[in-house]
């Protein structure tokens, strides 16, 4: 069965740290990953989207990771602001109406 | 610039009841989908469009149905209503990439008593 396990459930940092988010995935065949930030009452809002062949993709403050031999991924955030208080989820495309499959989300909350 | 809006924002039903979720994007997008999201879970396909008049049914489909009459809008109804259909309902749009969502609307709350 096809799954994405994401560590930690939540997260607490002060504002101006860095955080490393991970997700690790059992998808197979693997099309691509996808990384989303979803506010409080909002919906998800696309940071990155990573292939094969990417090892790294940058937005901004954040930085995601690919290796997809070992099935694992992270998003790296550089510098919090309080704004990045939020849900991330990690999401593994196998191809297909069924192959998407969402992780649960990591909550970080950014505490002045 | 509106995105992809969703009607109503937050809804109470009695078991039994019946109602439409209206979704609407104005970003000419192909492909449309509806989620659902539980506490502790991710987000579940329930049914997908590929195109205007054509609906598909994802991973969770049953007590829902829906239908996309024009392009730009796309329908998600309860006809009877149920308390595990409580949960936050998720419109998205895609142009590009058929199984990817890439803007999603900002949800529907939607409670069964």
């Known amino acids: 069965k096809n799954q994405v396990e994401q560590s930690p459930q939540s997260l607490i940092i002060l504002e101006g740290k860095n955080c490393t988010l991970q997700?690790?995935?059992?998808?197979?065949?693997?099309?691509?990953l996808r990384w989303y930030k979803q506010d409080t009452g909002r919906g998800p809002v696309s940071l990155t989207i990573m292939t094969f062949s990417e090892n790294t993709k940058s937005n901004g403050r954040y930085t995601a990771t690919l290796d997809a031999d070992t099935k694992q991924s992270s998003l790296h955030i550089t510098a919090s602001q309080l704004s990045d208080s939020a849900s991330y989820i990690c999401?593994?495309?196998?191809?297909?109406?069924?192959?998407?499959?969402f992780g649960k989300g990591t909550h970080l909350i950014i505490q002045p | 610039n509106a995105g992809v809006t969703q009607t109503p924002k937050f809804r109470v039903l009695k078991t039994g009841q019946s109602m439409t979720l209206l979704c609407a994007q104005d970003?000419?997008?192909?492909?449309m989908y509806w989620y659902r999201q539980d506490p502790g879970m991710g987000l579940r396909l329930i049914h997908y469009?590929?195109?205007?008049?054509?609906?598909a049914k994802g991973e969770v489909p049953d007590g829902y149905n829906v239908s996309r009459l024009k392009k730009q809008n796309f329908l998600l109804g309860l006809e009877s209503a149920a308390p595990s259909q409580t949960s936050v309902y998720f419109c998205a749009s895609s142009s590009t990439d058929r199984w990817q969502p890439q803007h999603f609307g900002d949800g529907t709350r939607l409670s069964i008593l």
């Open positions: 469009s590929v195109g205007e008049g054509t609906t």
């Open positions: 997700c690790n995935y059992t998808v197979s065949p693997f099309s691509n």
């Open positions: 999401v593994v495309s196998g191809g297909g109406a069924d192959g998407l499959t």
């Open positions: 970003m000419n997008h192909e492909y």
